[in-house]
């Protein structure tokens, strides 16, 4: 039940905002005043019957709304894996985002998250915080993005039957690169750096890169990995994890 919860959590929070973390758009949609509405959807179901049943499935949704000088941006992210009725992977997170003065080179942000990881004995986190970006460069087909904030952040974990609750201030910084290589070819890179005040040395790092290479004008191939290292884990769980996926999505 509570897996269904926050599915129809995540949908709501992307539907009624119709990551920064980053969407899958190229630089020149970015940078079009003209075009109000971006959306990209990737979906993927594998479903193999041998020896073994296998089951995969989830999807990605990112959503921006660009305003005169402004922007809300949404991120929604879902996968599930189970073979033989055992469940090998089941986690998502919805994160939506505040930009001001987007055309700046100082900018305010505010943003939220949601997430669970039900394997490591994420049960949910959530989070809220507010702060600013710098755009370092930004020429050509080319950029560079610089943010800091500070985060109210809210954890629930279980392992071994017992229930961790924490909740911390941090400070949240973030690198962003991303560039148009030619116009099939388009990179978004950013990686996190958040820990708390008192702790500063031991964080939580992240690194997330994405590669659109446009098929059709609608129809694009995503490849996505993403790697994280807790330095001080809430609970005794594997402290660095990483994720690779490829799909087809549809911008709309």
């Known amino acids: 039940m509570k897996k269904i919860f926050f599915t129809l959590l995540l949908t709501f929070t992307l539907l009624s905002s119709s990551n920064a973390q980053i969407l899958n758009f190229n630089k020149g949609l970015l940078q079009n005043d003209s075009v109000k509405w971006l959306g ?4 993927f179901f594998t479903l193999i019957d041998q020896e073994v049943t296998v089951a995969n499935m989830g999807y990605n949704i990112d959503v921006i709304r660009k305003f005169k ?4 941006m949404a991120i929604s992210k879902l996968s599930f894996a189970a073979s033989n009725n055992e469940t090998l992977l089941s986690d998502g997170y919805a994160h939506i985002r505040g930009i001001f003065n987007r055309n700046s080179n100082i900018g305010e942000e505010i943003f939220g998250q949601i997430q669970y990881n039900a394997i490591r004995g994420l049960q949910d986190r959530s989070l809220l915080g507010a702060g600013f970006r710098f755009k370092i460069f930004d020429k050509n087909k080319y950029g560079i993005i610089l943010g800091s904030a500070v985060i109210s952040e809210w954890e629930n974990w279980i392992y071994e039957e017992v229930v961790t609750s924490k909740s911390l201030w941090k400070s949240s910084n973030y690198i962003s690169l991303f560039g148009d290589v030619n116009s099939h070819f388009h990179f978004n890179i950013i990686s996190y750096y ?47 994890i990483y994720k690779f996926k490829n799909g087809i999505g549809y911008r709309f």
Do not use: C, G, W
Not at 69 to 72: D, E, F, R
Not at 202 to 230: G, Y
């Open 40 to 43: 990209k959807l990737s979906v």
């Open 69 to 72: 000088n402004h922007s809300v």
């Open 194 to 240: 958040q820990a708390t005040y008192t702790d500063f040395f031991k964080p939580r790092v992240s690194l997330e890169v994405n590669i659109n290479l446009n098929i059709t004008a609608k129809l694009v191939f995503t490849s996505n990995f993403t790697m994280a290292h807790d330095a001080a884990p809430v609970v005794p769980v594997q402290s660095t």
